[in-house]
């Protein structure tokens, strides 16, 4: 049996044509699914009861369980049990332009960047598309409100689970499903070069974001492994080859350490790497982790380096500080749980 949500629309319409069906039940289906949020096929009493029983043969519906839900101002944290008994999480982050829900694409990671909470958390598995689309539609449920955007930027490398969130792009972004738009979606990646030329012929303008956090080589290989695989140059190569086949700006980001990365050098080194890309930079105040051994930069470094990207003509914001009371830096509750 197949997970109902793990069902792009194509693939439902093919599945009622093989069953001598028309194929515009996919799309009566597909409301039901993610518009009026239906759990069991009986439910959907205008389909005759032959063609339930066939789909009850066929799918099933996954169960997301809620473990832990944490709660403060402008934020809420999620820990989820899957069908395996491995966790995830989920942040529900409010803007005034809307609800804003940062989610996993694996369990655990094997990036191992020094200061991700996650990193330590190593992979476990991938997300299947389904585990993606549920974290959305669990979040809903539970706050009776509807997700408005949604940041791949939790627990995982969505780019090294490549084809999984492809197709959770499909399923979410369909004006069938939960109809949310490829401008209001965010794939962050630490730098996995090949997918993110790849990722220029997908047909969705999903927003990319780059975890940078250093423009200088051997402090960046130092903080995230990955570089010593692909270096800055070749970064860089790939951001470009992106950018002219897309035309859509990237998002730099920059997690502020403390006596790190956080010096006029560190800024110098930054405007000189991005300084013919065609990006954004989202400076963001590092959120302190147990165990870490990395601590947020003061605020007066952080307002130096900022004012020096401002001065040198970039585009550049210090992100709002979410969930420091809540244990919301990716992997905080999982790890705490695992313990």
């Known amino acids: 049996m197949q997970a109902i949500y793990d069902v792009t629309i194509d693939e439902l319409e093919k599945y009622f044509l093989n069953k001598n069906e028309k194929k515009y039940k996919a799309k009566y289906l597909y409301n039901f699914l993610y518009k009026e949020k239906i759990k069991d096929f009986d439910e959907i009493t205008t389909l005759k009861k032959s063609l339930r029983d066939e789909l009850k043969e ?3 519906f996954p169960t997301l369980t809620l473990l832990k839900h944490e709660k403060s101002e402008d934020v809420q944290k999620f820990l989820f049990s ?3 008994n491995l966790l995830i999480e989920a942040v529900l982050m409010e803007h005034d332009y809307g609800l804003s829900l940062c989610m996993s694409s694996q369990v655990g990671c094997n990036m191992g960047c020094k200061f991700c909470e996650s990193g330590r958390l190593k992979k476990r598995r991938n997300l299947e598309a389904y585990e993606m689309v549920e974290q959305i539609l669990k979040v809903e449920e539970l706050i009776s ?3 408005s955007r949604i940041v791949v930027m939790g627990i995982g ?3 090294d689970n490549y084809d999984n969130f492809c197709k959770f792009i499909k399923i979410i972004n369909s004006d069938l499903g939960l109809s949310i738009g490829s401008r209001h979606i965010t794939v962050s990646t630490c730098g996995v070069v090949p997918k993110i030329k790849e990722f220029a012929s997908f047909p ?3 927003n990319l974001a780059i975890s940078l956090h250093s423009a200088i ?3 960046r290989q130092e903080l995230m492994p990955i570089s010593r695989a692909y270096d800055l140059n070749t970064l860089k190569e790939a951001l470009i ?3 002219n086949k897309t035309h859509r700006r990237i998002t730099i980001e920059y997690i502020m350490l403390n006596k790190v990365n956080d010096s006029i050098e560190d ?3 930054l405007v000189n790497y991005v300084k013919d890309l065609n990006c954004y930079i989202n400076l963001i105040p590092y959120n302190t982790t147990n165990g870490s051994d990395f601590e947020r930069s003061s605020d007066k470094n952080i307002k130096q380096f900022y004012n020096y990207l401002i001065k040198n003509k970039l585009t550049a914001t210090v992100r709002k500080e979410f969930g420091s009371k809540i244990s919301a830096a990716c992997g905080q509750l999982s790890s705490m749980a695992e313990k």
């Open 145 to 147: 409100k509807k997700i």
């Open 217 to 219: 080589e051997n402090k």
């Open 241 to 243: 080859y992106y950018y």
């Open 204 to 206: 969705y303008q999903v």
């Open 82 to 84: 899957l069908e395996d």
């Open 58 to 60: 066929d799918f099933y």
């Open 157 to 159: 490398e969505p780019f």
């Open 267 to 269: 800024a110098k080194a």
